[in-house]
């Protein structure tokens, strides 16, 4: 295991990185905690520096790179996280278009907390969204995220995977582990 802090400076993981077939990118912030400018840096500059790092070392064939991103964001939103998200995605598929790397956005409406973690207020978001399917868990995020890259070709630069989708890699994964074919 490596400490990396520096996210905008990968030079000292060079090594580290270069092994890798696919990332999964869950590094971000709420806005109730930076500035527009720092929120603009976590959640664009610090994947974008990452995956030109990572392709500037790696000598695989394919790549996948997964960002958690976020439903109705857009360039034109009154909400600066959701242009930021929306610029973030623009540019990490204009990175990877013509590469090895493939970028996949997960979309999900409403992430809610662990069980542990939820207060009352959160529990009841995640519980009215869930039966429209407009909610899902942490987990199931980084399960869909297993199981789309373990369907690699499938999946091409640019695509994403918003709520339904999560839930039904999600599902997939946890089949293909209960079957023991993980």
């Known amino acids: 295991m490596t400490l990396h802090m520096d996210y905008l400076d990968y030079s000292a993981v060079h090594e580290q990185i270069a092994e890798a077939d696919a990332v999964y990118w869950a590094i971000g912030t ?18 974008v520096q990452f995956v030109r790092e990572w392709t ?15 439903s109705d964001i857009s360039e034109d939103s009154s909400a600066n996280w959701a242009r930021e998200k929306w610029r973030a995605e623009q540019s990490l598929f204009a990175f990877a278009e013509g590469t090895n790397l493939r970028v996949i956005a997960y979309r999900p409406d409403y992430i809610g907390p662990t069980a542990e973690e939820a207060n009352f207020g959160q529990n009841l978001l995640y519980w009215f969204f869930r039966p429209v399917g407009a909610s899902v868990r942490a987990r199931e995020i980084g399960e869909a995220m297993i199981e789309v890259t373990a369907r690699g070709a499938e999946f091409e630069n640019g695509d994403k995977v918003g709520t339904f989708g999560i839930r039904r890699y999600s599902d997939a994964w946890v089949r293909r582990q209960s079957s023991g074919d993980g």
């Open 56 to 70: 500037s070392v790696s000598e695989k064939d394919d790549i996948s790179f997964h960002y958690i991103s976020s």
């Open 30 to 47: 709420s806005t109730f905690n930076v500035d527009e400018e720092t929120y603009g840096i976590i959640h664009v500059d610090f994947p």
